[in-house]
């Protein structure tokens, strides 16, 4: 099994931030139903105002070809979307387990 783990920093108001975190974590989470791979996803959104980053998500797939798969699917990419043009930055780990 491979953790797939991603952290965002968005850019605008906390406001703004936080109605985009809200809108791609609900296309995130609807993903396991549709991508065959993805074993499950969780997804936070930080509550910690001293910190910076926003948003992240820990996905589980059965391999590391598996990550590409979720990747590159449709309904993974039009989730990505939502967070696209907000990204400040971002930060990934996937390693098995």
């Known amino acids: 099994m491979v953790k797939h783990i991603v952290s965002f920093k ?6 703004e931030r936080l109605e985009v975190a809200r809108k791609f974590k609900a296309a995130l989470e609807a993903l396991p139903g549709v991508i ?13 105002p001293s910190e910076s980053w926003d948003v992240v998500l820990t996905a589980v797939v059965p391999t590391m070809a598996d990550v590409e798969v979720y990747a590159k699917h449709p309904a993974h990419v039009a989730a990505a979307a939502i967070v ?13 387990f």
Do not use: W
Request: glycine share 10%.
């Open 10 to 15: 968005l850019n605008g108001t906390p406001d």
């Open 36 to 48: 065959a791979p993805l074993q499950s996803i969780e997804v936070g959104i930080n509550e910690n």
């Open 84 to 96: 696209g043009p907000h990204k400040a930055d971002r930060a990934c780990i996937d390693y098995s």
